[in-house]
Every structure is written in C-alpha cells, then in structure tokens.
C-alpha cells in the first residue's frame, strides 16, 4: 500500500521557521500534484500550498510570501518551509498526493497522517 509521511512539525516561537517533509512510499508509479493542507481545532482543513510534477506552485494568501512549497520527484517527497511562523499558523498540517499507483495502476488522491505545527507568542 501507498504511505505518506510526514515529519519536521513540532513548536516554535513566532518569527520562527520549520521545515516540513513528506516522503512517499509503495507500489507508485508516478506522482501528479502534491500539497499541503492544514487543519487548526474548531477550523475547516484549508489548502495552505500545492505544487505541480513540473515545479508549478500555488500558496493560501495568508501563507504567501513566508512558506515556500518544493519537491524532490527522485525521492518522491514534497518539502514546506515555514519562515516568520505566526501563531494563526498553528494547527495539524496534512500532506496530500495525486498519484498513479497499485498492481494494476490507478490513479488518486492519498493522504498522510499529519503533523502537529504549534507557534507560541
């Protein structure tokens, strides 16, 4: 089966940076767009940044500009540097990936487990 996992989340002060990694494994053959989303308690899960096989990124207005999404497609992981961390920025962080993948390929949309980001002031 198809794993997602996410690592690099923990607590920082405001100001502060965290880098965010998610390595895919499995039967894959090929990975599309990847993505992070997030997640804060009493909150709807929001797209915070997404990025095509080719490098094509897209980013939340509210992250523009301190996050910066990236990939590495030989290792098959999705990176999110987090810079100027707020403390609105606090919540679970998701990663995603649209992939071709199983004995007999099909193509979908897998999801980690999630990590914790919490940023005090």
């Known amino acids: 089966q198809v794993q997602l996992v996410e690592s690099g989340g923990g607590l920082v002060q405001a100001g502060g940076s965290l880098r965010l990694s998610c390595a895919a494994s499995g039967r894959i053959f090929s990975i599309n767009n990847m993505g992070w989303h997030r997640q804060a308690p009493g909150k709807q899960r929001e797209l915070v940044a997404t990025?095509?096989?080719?490098?094509?990124?897209s980013y939340a207005d509210s992250v523009k500009g301190r996050f910066t999404i990236s990939r590495d497609n030989a290792k098959n992981t999705v990176y999110l540097q987090m810079n100027n961390l707020k403390p609105e920025d606090t919540a679970v962080y998701y990663c995603?990936?649209?992939?071709?993948?199983?004995?007999?390929?099909?193509?979908?949309?897998?999801w980690g487990q999630g990590t914790q980001v919490t940023v005090s002031s």
């Open positions: 995603n990936a649209n992939l071709v993948a199983g004995i007999i390929p099909i193509e979908y949309n897998h």
């Open positions: 990025i095509s096989r080719g490098g094509s990124t």
